[in-house]
């Protein structure tokens, strides 16, 4: 299911500016990566550099699980090395990355950045990125493997929006393969509880598996949406939900 729109949740009037800007940093640092490949082997996190405290550069042998071998070339980085776990929030891997990311921070980070006011929702947004990325190096610690993407952040506001708005309706375009289907009306709970929860299965898949079978970091999402639930639902009461009843969305518009 891909979100194509919401019912707006009121709150605090006014232009969502910190999620506009998250998201323009985020296409300005993709398309700096396109100019600069050793920026992005640099600045993205390598669980091993995390736990090993150092930055590894240079070329890298990787064994594939076939038994093949690829090479890694890992870039300098920050210094120290920890903010990695930082800078690899706002950078992407591909344009179908960036493109589905920077979608679902659209649809649902205004909502929750009205909620929380601008500057809590920055915190909000950094601190669910770094424990996404926290929980993607406890889950492979010795991998060399960059890793990079809004994915986990994205994932705490995504939680929040199912903790603040459950029944709010989501405008989704249904999918099968290559053949789009009309799109519909679904609570966020739907939505974003399918999505939650293939995340925790592949998540718990791949702990029998290497991270070098996987092109995706499950174990982000799953830390960036735990943090996000948790964290929403301790200030639940300090939010502000908005007081107007939404208008409903319909599908098609």
Request: aromatic fraction near 10%.
């Amino acid at each position: 299911m891909i979100p194509i729109g919401d019912e707006d949740t009121g709150g605090q009037p006014g232009i969502p500016w910190v999620n506009v800007a998250i998201i323009a940093l985020n296409v300005i640092v993709f398309l700096y990566q396109l100019v600069d490949p050793n920026f992005t082997n640099g600045y993205s996190t390598v669980p091993a550099e995390i736990t090993q405290g150092i930055d590894i550069v240079g070329v890298r042998q990787l064994v594939l699980p076939d038994g093949t071998t690829a090479t890694i070339d890992e870039g300098p980085g920050p210094s120290p090395i920890w903010l990695t776990l930082l800078t690899s929030m706002f950078m992407h891997g591909g344009w179908l990355h960036i493109g589905g990311n920077m979608l679902f921070l659209f649809i649902f980070g205004d909502n929750i950045e009205k909620a929380y006011g601008h500057i809590k929702y920055l915190i909000f947004y950094l601190v669910c990125g770094i424990i996404a990325g926290l929980a993607h190096v406890l889950s492979q610690p010795d991998s060399i493997i960059p890793s990079l993407g809004a994915s986990g952040a994205i994932s705490g506001v995504m939680a929040a929006y199912l903790v603040l708005f459950p029944t709010n309706r989501v405008r989704v375009l249904l999918t099968l393969g290559v053949i789009w289907l009309r799109p519909i009306a679904v609570p966020a709970v739907v939505m974003i509880g399918i999505w939650a929860l293939l995340q925790f299965v592949n998540g718990i898949g791949s702990i029998a598996v290497t991270d070098q079978t996987s092109g995706v970091a499950y174990w982000a999402h799953i830390g960036g949406f735990i943090a996000g639930a948790l964290i929403t639902l301790l200030a639940k009461p300090f939010l502000d939900r908005g007081t107007s009843t939404p208008s409903r969305v319909t599908a098609p518009y």
